[in-house]
């Protein structure tokens, strides 16, 4: 389970990823299909209705329920080594839809917490691969999003698309389209992440996709098919206040794919701040030593095309220790996304090297201010403002963050 840095990949410090139940998701058992969209409730609200969830296969679903993660909910650590647990209480639906094949749960009641709340649904098989043992399959989760409002918050600041322009035509290589989405940052004092929505017709009223907690200013679109694609995106704090973006639109000319072609994406970030990277160097290395150079399109994301093998993928920076993922195996016609996250040699604040940072970071960046320490040249990576010095900038900025902890 990753908590604050993180996660797989690009997820938010808000996401966990752990063990809740048993989990299976093998070919034939249930699956869950679809849920509820993401839920803005009042500061008077405590209760709704909207939770809902649709299987593939009715007759083979045993029972299907929800856990509910509140937004201060503590994971449970593990008295030895081990993965960090999820427990929390099970819910099962109380009404079968036919109308609309769905289970809804109703009247669900508990948030009287202002924050954002993480809905996870769960479905499990009603038969058995062996008769022997009592186990029955669990779906992989779904989730739905719940902000729940406090008094006297304000929206995220207003913000614009950046890129692509407007009624900008993007030639792809394939019947699968890579698109670079960007926008302005916008700015809150809680903790915010942004949405991105798409749809083929300008009202957004049917053919609606949507990609949720992304930290980022920035996305990396995969599509197809489509070829009017309107877009915009929605800056959302914890506590549900949001700010949207104006709409625009794109047009997409697919092209036939290549012979004995794949592609390597993903994205470049500092896994200790998650931010996105700019000065990476990556390489493909195929299993006969044959070294590609991988470009970066954007900064923050790679692109390739590659011939159909499987590679090591590495990745190298000033400051950084080097990544190197093996076993990637490229396929023709097909993108295979691989994130690179960098950890820095030092963490910012982390002024005595010892891979924390905490009061004892502020003592040590205190005795360098009054000349009882001396810098070491290889720390000031350590150095929070980056002007190449730690001043009482710094050991203030330490202050605040460790206080807020």
Not at 225 to 241: H, P, R, T, Y
Not at 302 to 328: H, Q, R
Request: overall charge negative; aromatic content about 12%; charged content about 20%.
């Amino acid at each position: 389970m990753f908590s604050n840095t993180v996660k797989d990949g690009l997820l938010s410090e808000n996401v966990y990823i752990g063990v809740s139940s048993l989990t299976g998701n093998d070919p034939g058992n249930v699956s869950i299909i679809d849920v509820a969209d993401t839920i803005f409730l009042s500061k008077n609200e405590i209760s709704t209705d909207a939770f809902w969830a649709r299987v593939d296969n009715n007759n083979k679903l045993g029972t299907i329920w929800i856990e509910v993660k509140s937004p201060n909910y503590n994971i449970i650590h593990p008295e030895k080594s081990g993965q960090r647990e999820m427990n929390l209480p099970k819910h099962i639906y109380n009404i079968y839809n036919d109308k609309k094949d769905q289970y809804e749960w109703k009247s669900f009641s508990g948030f009287e917490e202002p924050g954002t709340y993480q809905i996870l649904y769960f479905a499990q098989d009603s038969t058995q691969d062996n008769p022997y043992l009592d186990i029955k399959h669990i779906s992989s989760p779904m989730a739905t999003t719940v902000y729940k409002a406090k008094s006297n918050n304000n929206s995220p600041s207003e913000f614009s698309l950046i890129s692509p322009d407007n009624n900008e035509i993007i030639h792809s290589e394939n019947q699968i389209a890579l698109v670079n989405l960007k926008w302005e940052n916008s700015f809150d004092n809680d903790r915010f992440s942004y949405t991105v929505i798409l749809s083929n017709n300008e009202n957004f009223n049917n053919n609606v996709n949507k990609f949720t907690m992304i930290p980022y200013n920035t996305f990396l679109l995969k599509i197809s098919e489509w070829e009017n694609v309107f877009w915009k995106v929605l800056a959302i704090d914890e506590f549900g206040s949001k700010t949207e973006s104006q709409i625009k639109k794109f047009h997409i000319k697919y092209m036939s794919t290549p012979e004995n072609i794949g592609w390597i994406t993903g994205h470049v970030y500092n896994k200790d701040t998650n931010s996105i990277l700019k000065n990476v160097q990556i390489k493909a290395v195929d299993q006969l030593g044959k070294v590609y150079k991988v470009e970066l399109i954007q900064d923050g994301y790679y692109m390739n095309s590659l011939p159909p093998l499987i590679y090591t993928v590495i990745a190298e920076s000033n400051g950084y220790f080097s990544l190197s993922i093996p076993n990637i195996m490229v396929e023709k016609g097909k993108y295979v996304n691989i994130n690179l996250g960098l950890h820095e040699y030092l963490r910012r604040g982390d002024y005595n090297g010892d891979g924390t940072v905490d009061l004892k970071d502020i003592i040590y960046g205190i005795q360098i201010l009054i000349n009882v320490k001396q810098v070491n040249p290889i720390f000031l990576i350590a150095d929070i403002t980056q002007n190449d010095q730690i001043s009482l900038d710094d050991i203030v900025a330490m202050l605040i963050w460790i206080a807020s902890k």
